[in-house]
T-cell receptor, first 117, second 114 residues
Framework: AQKITQTQPGMFVQEKEAVTLDCTYDTSDPSYGLFWYKQPSSGEMIFLIYQGSYDQQNATEGRYSLNFQKARKSANLVISASQLGDSAMYFCAMREGRLQAGTALIFGKGTTLSVSS | NAGVTQTPKFRILKIGQSMTLQCTQDMNHNYMYWYRQDPGMGLKLIYYSVGAGITDKGEVPNGYNVSRSTTEDFPLRLELAAPSQTSVYFC?????????????FGNGTRLTVT
């Protein structure tokens, strides 16, 4: 079974509108972390936002916020006031367990976001 | 402060050739990782290291080898390259002292095997 599922291969949004990118995860570990990364067409991976499983409030970073619904195992990324520069691939990723030696991130397949003017 | 430096940026290999992808960091982080990214498939972990002298396999280690003789360097070796190894390879680091620390990635190496 996939640990991270991103069901939207592509999303389209107009400038200045808000958009939600979906991410569901699967883990039985009570301690985990969820990350979102942006990959523009230039190829680099840019960290956007983090949510810990024990965090009481949804994470926010500027125009990015994470809609964390623990019971539904979803961690959707919300981008407010979209800009042309937001056009990119977006990856959801999970770290299972507390800080253990070398715990890596497991990535979803990504969602391509296209912002038009 | 460059963070994570990967070389080369691009490489074309013939089937059966070997090469080493270089990864160097200047942030003194203990944790280092190699991922590959195939089109439409997200990133998959190849190998990782928690410190000098310690390496371990990830999800897709076959056809690759790594070594970690220093904190700074974590080279990935491809022996007998195959077309299935055509991919973009990312090296990443993480601060072992911070539980919620994200991965910081290099800019990637785009490898084509023909």
């Amino acid at each position: 079974a996939q640990k991270i599922t991103q069901t939207q291969p592509g999303m389209f949004v107009q400038e200045k509108e808000a958009v939600t990118l979906d991410c569901t995860y699967d883990t039985s570990d009570p301690s985990y972390g969820l990350f979102w990364y942006k990959q523009p067409s230039s190829g680099e991976m840019i960290f956007l936002i983090y949510q810990g499983s024990y965090d009481q409030q949804n994470a926010t970073e500027g125009r990015y916020s994470l809609n964390f619904q623990k019971a539904r195992k979803s961690a959707n990324l919300v981008i407010s006031a979209s800009q042309l520069g937001d056009s990119a691939m977006y990856f959801c990723a999970m770290r299972e367990g507390r800080l253990q030696a070398g715990t890596a991130l497991i990535f979803g397949k990504g969602t391509t976001l296209s912002v038009s003017s | 402060n460059a963070g994570v430096t990967q070389t080369p940026k691009f490489r074309i290999l013939k089937i059966g050739q070997s090469m080493t992808l270089q990864c160097t960091q200047d942030m003194n982080h203990n944790y280092m990782y190699w991922y590959r990214q195939d089109p439409g498939m997200g990133l998959k972990l190849i190998y990782y290291s928690v410190g000098a002298g310690i390496t371990d396999k990830g999800e897709v280690p076959n056809g690759y080898n790594v070594s970690r003789s220093t904190t700074e360097d974590f080279p990935l070796r491809l022996e007998l390259a195959a077309p299935s190894q055509t991919s973009v390879y990312f090296c990443a680091i993480r601060d072992s002292r911070v539980e919620n620390s994200p991965l910081h990635f290099g800019n990637g190496t785009r490898l084509t095997v023909t």
